[in-house]
């Protein structure tokens, strides 16, 4: 599911008696397009659907299924379409988006990305919708919000030149050899100069979550994670917007740049770094008891990952028990049969004294792969005596288990 820029000429007619779900019957001539020529099911656009005379709505159309344009968000309207009258479903831009050039949807406007990769470094440049550097006679408009933080509106600064960023070999930005990575292109308003920078926010540590409505400072390209990087350092913070993520599957080398996998230019409603994709929750009110040095599993939870980039955070709360002379017994989060995070060790000493404590235990995990992972309380006994993980013979008592996946 993507959005789809405006394409000329893409107009198709629907007899269908409905306000908001057409069945198109392809383009109306041989000069105009069908939306099937430029999007999927599911993609959206900007769009109207017109029944002269009639009625009309403008706003976003969604390609629902084959042959099908839904009104998904409605900008303007007027009237309510007939029964089996005929209604033309064509892309267009609503007035109150071509007024504001698209600032809240991509931050620029007449504007793409490309990625290409030389000599292990990688080249991010702007080009116009036709392909071309952007120049005086064909400019690409980038928007920003006010540098003044208390104010509400938007800056826009036309770029007339060519303009690009470069992560050299050896600028790594953090990356982990053979490991998944996304890299964000951002635009900055550099005291009336568009600058691109480019940032990877995660690593083992956490993920770094910029904020569009805040200003930052960036340096020259170098190796660490978490910090924005330009061509030339912007040493006064600045606006800035996200216009892009570049996804690795698996970067061979860090610091050895290739082309990218995917170039996504991101919308209003795109996931940003440290956005939820995936949750997973497990639980259980069974006892799970280990007397073995050899660990045993008392809870699961599986899925598969949105991209091999994406950290994940694993959580586990319930009881861990414990009967003397118990020493020690441990209980840890895995990822399959390999611990993440720190494990938890209880003891429990004398002839009869029983223990029984809190478990809470949390660790974050880049798994790596885009193959379903399975994440598990387990725990394990000294060999003799037994380790009991999630009940205790109180009432009420259980245990959970539940894993994020956070977008990298």
């Known amino acids: ?38 999007m999927s099911v599911g993609d959206t656009c900007f769009g109207a659907v017109v029944e002269p005379g009639i009625a009309f709505k403008s706003g976003i159309l969604t390609y629902s299924n084959t042959g099908e344009i839904t009104v998904s968000q409605v900008a303007e309207s007027k009237g309510s379409f007939s029964a089996a009258g005929t209604k033309q479903v064509f892309m267009t831009l609503p007035a109150s988006v071509a007024q ?33 550097d952007p120049s005086a006679a064909d400019p690409v408009y980038f928007y920003f919000r006010n540098a003044t933080l208390t104010a509400g509106d938007y800056t826009r600064i036309a770029v007339t030149s ?6 050299g070999s050896t600028k790594a930005l953090g990356a982990t050899s053979g490991a998944g990575l996304h890299v964000y292109i951002a635009a900055f308003n550099d005291a009336g100069t568009v600058r691109l920078a480019a940032i990877n926010c995660t690593d083992i540590n956490g993920v770094f979550c910029p904020d569009e409505g805040q200003k930052y400072t960036t340096a020259v390209p170098a190796g660490a994670s978490k910090t924005w990087y330009s061509a030339v350092a912007i040493a006064t913070a600045a606006p800035w917007r996200f216009l892009a993520r570049l996804r690795w ?6 610091g050895t740049w290739v082309a990218p996998d995917v170039v996504e230019l991101l919308t209003a409603g795109s996931k940003r770094p440290g956005d939820v994709v995936r949750r997973e929750i497990a639980a259980t009110s069974s006892l799970t008891s280990n007397s073995s ?35 020690p017994g441990t209980v840890r989060l895995a990822r399959g ?5 720190q494990s938890q060790r209880v003891t429990a000493w ?41 009940t205790t013979s109180d009432p009420g008592n259980g245990g959970s288990l539940l894993a994020e996946e956070y977008m990298a």
């Open 1 to 38: 599911m993507a959005f789809v820029p405006h394409h000329d000429r893409v107009l198709e007619n629907s007899t269908s008696n409905s306000q908001s779900v057409f069945s198109v019957t392809g383009a109306v001539d041989a000069s105009c397009n069908a939306f099937s020529a430029f």
């Open 100 to 132: 504001q050039g698209l600032p809240h949807l991509v931050g620029m406007s007449n504007g793409i990305l490309t990625a290409s990769a030389s000599a292990g470094a990688l080249t991010v440049a702007v080009k116009t919708l036709a392909g071309s």
């Open 162 to 167: 060519a303009l690009s960023v470069v992560l």
């Open 249 to 254: 599957t698996s970067l061979a080398t860090a």
């Open 293 to 327: 040095t050899s660990y045993a599993t008392a809870l699961s939870v599986s899925f598969t990952p949105q991209s091999t980039a994406n950290l994940v955070k694993v959580e586990a709360q319930g009881a861990v028990t414990a009967t003397a002379p118990l020493n």
């Open 337 to 341: 049969s390999t611990q993440i995070g």
């Open 350 to 390: 004398g002839s009869s004294t029983t223990v029984v404590l809190p478990s809470a235990m949390w660790a974050f995990d880049l798994p790596n792969t885009a193959a379903s992972v399975t994440y598990n309380v387990q725990l394990k006994g000294d060999g003799t005596n037994t380790c009991q993980w999630a």
